[in-house]
């Protein structure tokens, strides 16, 4: 299938009055396209025309998804960067703009996956790669070669100190773990979040001794993320990123890699066990039940590899300096992730359209962090704020890990984050879900800048989709940074669009600017968001956590 690629050249200011999209500009160097449209978004005469002429820039197929590490990734944080010292910022990458993060990437060797089952009759059954099954060698590995007795682990969660712990009389040393999707419904949303992350789940295993891991589909992950979207870009390349001294960060250090089974062979597992697959699932589908762990009547034995190169791809900075002698030296952070999925190379080759444009996950969010950064500019700010857009976040929050670490600014003196993600503008919003607000001193603020714009907070209305620990505010809340991320609503007819928005668009090559966006909201949103940065940077006390909060508590002094 031949690529359509659109050239926004001299006719972009055009675009801006909607007047050229489908005329072909004439094709110029990458240096000037990106310049001369940085610059033209800038002139733009109303914030919905700003917003709307990034989104158009960053998820053209010219880009080609914004994979980190890509040329097309390279353009877009080119075209941030110019934005930036459009607007007015100050440069604080360490490369002018630029905080270049090392990357390891893993491209899989699809050949040589292979999963087996071997039941204590001593048959074996090999699993069908794809079908049946997917490995992933650890992200510091290159192979994977591990044979072990199975256990059932549960979901995984290993919290003593919250009165949950799923190795509890289990030995796990030297075998491989087997759990289920999620966390026990007991935890609030963003704490149950929390627990059913991958990385914590690793990590757990890694501690009690276990060599690898295996995750099974519960029956509302399964409609959250189906098998066959699993599968879909079994090419696609993974990341980590890369610590100064050499060092790869991984989760769960010391296994070999992981696996995931398609529900539909999943019994296998359980040949002979106490329970059955199905009644594990009914468990935690169960209102209070959580899954108790058990030895498991089968050995595995888990097979991969994969290629590895370490590249570079930037975050990119920019600074609106304080002006309070005592405050400047701390600062607001407002985060947006700039890259997205690249592109599916199996949708190409059967002539799909393989290009994952990205234009709400997260064009859109770039767009309005920077209409956002384009009001802090001209307010009167006591603490300074920091424009971050990062990389890397569609391969495990990279960018954002990287800076929390190694920030270009004092670590210490990151006061707050406020992180802008996917903000599906498809409906006249009227609620905003604001996760993470209530934790910290940043709750108030949030909500009386809502409330100026009779705009209402709402609970999280998808607790099983685990969004506190998806998007990269979470890395600063691991460093013990108070954050916020804030989501379009689900009140006035938001509910549907999104919805629809999350079972047909979401990652995939249909996330373009053919959606009915309405730059009129997103004008709206980056405005709430302002308002709360800029209420952020002079509020007199620091945002700091609520007395007695999880996540306060668990990574203080981080």
């Known amino acids: 299938m031949?690529?359509?690629?659109?050239?926004?050249?001299?006719?972009?200011?055009?675009?801006?009055?909607?007047?050229?999209?489908?005329?072909?500009?004439?094709?110029?160097?990458?240096?000037?396209?990106?310049?001369?449209?940085?610059?033209?978004?800038?002139?733009?005469?109303?914030?919905?025309?700003?917003?709307?002429?990034?989104?158009?820039?960053?998820?053209?197929?010219?880009?080609?998804?914004?994979?980190?590490?890509?040329?097309?990734?390279?353009?877009?944080?080119?075209?941030?960067?110019?934005?930036m010292a459009e607007i007015g910022l100050e440069p604080v990458g360490i490369d002018g703009w630029f905080q270049q993060?090392?990357?390891?990437?893993?491209?899989?060797?699809?050949?040589?996956?292979?999963?087996?089952?071997?039941?204590?009759?001593?048959?074996?059954?090999?699993?069908?790669?794809?079908?049946?099954?997917?490995?992933?060698?650890?992200?510091?590995?290159?192979?994977?070669?591990?044979?072990?007795?199975?256990?059932?682990?549960?979901?995984?969660?290993?919290?003593?100190?919250?009165?949950?712990?799923?190795?509890?009389?289990?030995?796990?040393?030297?075998?491989?773990?087997?759990?289920?999707?999620?966390?026990?419904?007991?935890?609030?949303?963003?704490?149950?979040?929390?627990?059913?992350?991958?990385?914590?789940?690793?990590?757990?295993?890694?501690?009690?001794?276990?060599?690898?891991?295996?995750?099974?589909?519960?029956?509302?992950?399964?409609?959250?993320?189906?098998?066959?979207?699993?599968?879909?870009?079994?090419?696609?390349?993974?990341?980590t990123w890369v610590h100064p001294d050499g060092r790869a960060e991984v989760s769960g250090a010391g296994l070999g890699g992981s696996g995931v089974l398609n529900p539909e062979i999943s019994q296998l597992l359980f040949d002979g066990a106490e329970k059955t697959f199905a009644e594990v699932r009914a468990e935690v589908d169960t209102k209070g039940v959580s899954p108790a762990g058990f030895d498991l009547n089968v050995t595995i034995s888990m097979k991969g590899a994969q290629t590895s190169k370490v590249v570079t791809s930037p975050n990119v900075i920019g600074l609106i300096p304080g002006s309070d002698p005592d405050m400047k030296n701390e600062y607001i952070v407002l985060s947006a992730h700039l890259d997205h999925t690249g592109v599916n190379q199996k949708k190409i080759d059967a002539g799909k359209d393989g290009i994952n444009n990205g234009a709400f996950d997260n064009a859109m969010g770039v767009a309005t962090m920077l209409e956002a950064a384009t009001r802090l500019r001209e307010a009167s700010l006591g603490r300074s704020i920091l424009i971050l857009a990062v990389t890397a976040e569609e391969k495990g929050l990279l960018g954002a890990g990287y800076f929390a670490h190694y920030p270009t600014v004092d670590g210490v003196a990151l006061a707050a984050n406020v992180n802008l993600d996917m903000p599906v503008v498809l409906h006249p919003f009227t609620d905003v879900i604001a996760f993470g607000a209530e934790r910290s001193s940043i709750g108030p603020i949030v909500r009386a800048a809502a409330a100026k714009m009779d705009i209402a907070l709402s609970p999280d209305p998808m607790p099983t989709q685990n969004l506190f620990v998806r998007s990269d505010h979470y890395r600063f809340v691991e460093k013990g940074v108070p954050a916020v991320f804030l989501v379009v609503g689900f009140a006035n007819g938001g509910e549907e669009k999104i919805n629809d928005f999350i079972k047909n668009h979401y990652h995939k090559p249909s996330d373009d600017t053919s959606l009915p966006i309405l730059y009129d909201q997103a004008a709206r949103f980056a405005e709430v968001n302002y308002r709360i940065a800029k209420d952020l940077a002079n509020v007199e006390e620091r945002p700091h956590w609520n007395k007695g909060d999880f996540f306060g508590e668990l990574f203080s002094g981080k």
């Not at 914004?66 to 390279?74: D, F, K, M, V």
Request: proline residues 4%; glycine residues 10%; hydrophobic residues 40%.
């Open 2 to 83: 031949k690529l359509s690629i659109r050239r926004y050249g001299g006719c972009l200011g055009l675009i801006l009055l909607g007047a050229c999209a489908n005329i072909d500009a004439p094709a110029t160097t990458a240096s000037e396209t990106v310049t001369q449209a940085a610059v033209e978004t800038t002139r733009a005469a109303t914030a919905a025309e700003r917003i709307r002429a990034d989104v158009l820039f960053l998820a053209d197929d010219a880009r080609e998804g914004r994979e980190a590490g890509s040329h097309g990734y390279q353009e877009a944080a080119d075209y941030v960067s110019i934005r």
């Open 101 to 239: 993060v090392p990357l390891r990437a893993n491209k899989p060797i699809l050949e040589s996956a292979a999963f087996a089952v071997t039941k204590t009759t001593g048959e074996t059954v090999d699993l069908a790669h794809l079908d049946d099954f997917r490995v992933f060698v650890s992200a510091d590995k290159t192979e994977m070669d591990i044979i072990a007795p199975a256990v059932f682990v549960g979901f995984g969660v290993h919290a003593p100190d919250q009165g949950h712990d799923d190795y509890a009389g289990l030995d796990v040393k030297g075998k491989i773990v087997v759990y289920i999707g999620g966390a026990p419904d007991r935890f609030d949303s963003e704490q149950r979040a929390h627990y059913s992350s991958r990385g914590g789940k690793a990590e757990a295993a890694a501690r009690h001794g276990a060599v690898g891991i295996v995750s099974l589909y519960s029956i509302s992950g399964e409609k959250r993320l189906p098998w066959a979207r699993l599968i879909s870009n079994p090419t696609r390349t993974r990341m």
